[in-house]
C-alpha cells in the first residue's frame, strides 16, 4: 500500500480514474457480450428463454450480488487495489471458460464464476474514488467511471456480434477473456490505494476508523434514504437490464435485422445514448446537489419518469430508423442515475466504510435488478408466446415499464431523507 496521505489534490488521481474506467469497461463486456450472443447460443445449445435469462440474470447475480459484500469488507482491510486485480483476473478467466461450453450447465456454472470474479471490483472502485476525490467533484469522477457501463456493453455488444458473425460465439467469450488477462499486471502497476490516516485515540466514530461489516450495515439499516436509493435503483434496474439483454433479440425478431446489425444498432445506442446520460447525471447532480442534497435522488428521479413513455414508443414502433431516434433520448435518461445515486451512497458513511457500503447497496440493486430483471422478460416472453408468438417479447418489455414508475415514487421520497443522512467528507 502507498503510505501518502489523503488530500484534497492528487496529480495521480486522474490516472487511477481512467485505470478503474478500463477495468470496469473490462467488467461490462464480459458482462453484456452474453447479450449479443444469445441468438447463436440459444441455437447451438437449444436453450428457450426462460432459459437464457437464467445465463443473463441470476446465474451472474447470485454469487456477483452476495460475494461483493465480504470482499468490499476484505477491501477496505486490506488493499482495495489488489482486491480489483485478483478479481479482473478471475472474471477474465471465467469468461474465457464460457467459450467451451457444451451445454446450459457447463455456461451457467462459467457465469457464476464471472460472477464471482466481478463482486470484488465495483465498490472498492467506488471507494477508491472516494478517496481520490473531494466531495464536490466526486459525482463527476463517478460518473466518469461508470462510463464504462455504456462503453464496456456497446464494445461488447460490436466485437461480439462481429467475432459471433466472422468466426463463432465461442471465440468471441475467448478474444474478450484472454484481453482482460493482459490488463491486469498494467493495471497494478499503475494504481495504489491511499493510506488511510490514523484515528485519533479515544475518539469514538472517528472519520477514519474502521467500522466493521456489522457496524456499517447498522449504520446504513437506520437511514431511509438508504432503503429508497437502493430499491429505486433496483426497480430501475431490473428494466434496464432487461432491455440491455433482450433488445438485441427483439432487433432479430422483430425488425428482422441479423446478427451484426443489430450489434451495430445496439452498440451506437449505448455508446451515444449511454455515455451521454452517465456525464450529464454526474455533472449536474453535482452542480445541483451543492445547493440541495436531495437532487441527488430527484434528478434519477425524473429522468425515469420521462423516460418510461419514451421507451414505450421505441418498442411499440415498426420501423427500425425512427425507434432508433425514439430509443435515444431514454437511452440517456436510464443512464442519469449513476453519478447521483452512487455519490449519495458514498455519503452514508465515514469514508473508512466506503467500499463495505457499497456493496450493500450492490447486494440489494443486482440481486433484485440484475438477478430478476433479464429473467422476468424472458419468463414474461415464454408465457405470452401463445398470445404474441414472435411478438411476446416486445409485449414483456412494454409490462415491465412500471417499473420506472415505482423507481421514480423511491427516489422522489428519498430526497428529504438524504438531508439528515448525509455525511460530510
Known sequence: MSTQPFEKRDPHRNTVLVMLLVVYIFNFV?????????????????????????????????????MAVPLA????????????????AAWSGFTALCGLAQ???????????????????????????????????????????????????????????????TVDWRTAFFTVGLAGIVIVPIFKLLVRDKAKPEAVPDTPMDAHAQPTLKETAAVLARKRSFWFLSFGAAMSSML?????????????RSFGFDLVQASQFFGALLLIGGVTGVMAGGLLADRLGGRDRAFYSWLPGVGFFL???????????????????????????????????????????????????????????????????????GALSDFLTPFYAEEALRYSM????????????????????????????
Open 398 to 425: 412494454l409490462y415491465a415499464l412500471g417499473l420506472y414508475a415505482v423507481a421514480a415514487i423511491l427516489m422522489a421520497l428519498a430526497g428529504p431523507s438524504l438531508r439528515r443522512d448525509w455525511v460530510a467528507e
Open 73 to 88: 469488507a476484505l477491501a477496505d482491510r486490506t488493499s482495495r487495489s489488489w482486491v480489483i486485480a485478483v478479481s479482473l
Open 307 to 377: 423516460g418510461a413513455p419514451l421507451f414505450a414508443a421505441g418498442i411499440s414502433s415498426d420501423n427500425a430508423q425512427l425507434a432508433f431516434i425514439l430509443f435515444l433520448l431514454p437511452q440517456a435518461l436510464s443512464y442519469i442515475w449513476l453519478g447521483p445515486v452512487l455519490s449519495a451512497i458514498q455519503h452514508l458513511v465515514v469514508p473508512a466504510a466506503r467500499s463495505t457500503a457499497s456493496a450493500l447497496f450492490l447486494l440489494i440493486n443486482n440481486l433484485i435488478g440484475l438477478g430478476g430483471g433479464i429473467y422476468a422478460l
Open 240 to 252: 434496464g437490464y432487461g432491455i440491455a439483454f433482450w433488445l438485441p433479440s427483439l432487433l432479430i
Open 30 to 66: 464480459d458482462r453484456q457480450i452474453l447479450s449479443i450472443l444469445a441468438a447463436p447460443i440459444q441455437a447451438d445449445l437449444q436453450l428457450d428463454d426462460a432459459e437464457m435469462g437464467l445465463l443473463g440474470g441470476i446465474a451472474f447475480a447470485l454469487l456477483y450480488s452476495t
Open 103 to 165: 451445454n446450459f450447465w457447463h455456461i451457467f456454472l462459467a457465469r457464476l464464476g464471472v460472477g464471482i470474479g466481478e463482486a470484488g471490483g465495483v465498490a472498492p472502485s467506488y471507494a477508491l474514488i472516494g478517496d481520490y476525490f473531494p466531495s464536490e467533484r466526486r459525482a463527476t469522477a463517478l460518473s466518469v467511471y461508470s462510463l464504462g457501463i455504456p462503453i464496456g456493453s456497446g464494445l461488447g455488444v460490436l466485437m461480439g456480434g462481429y467475432i459471433a458473425a
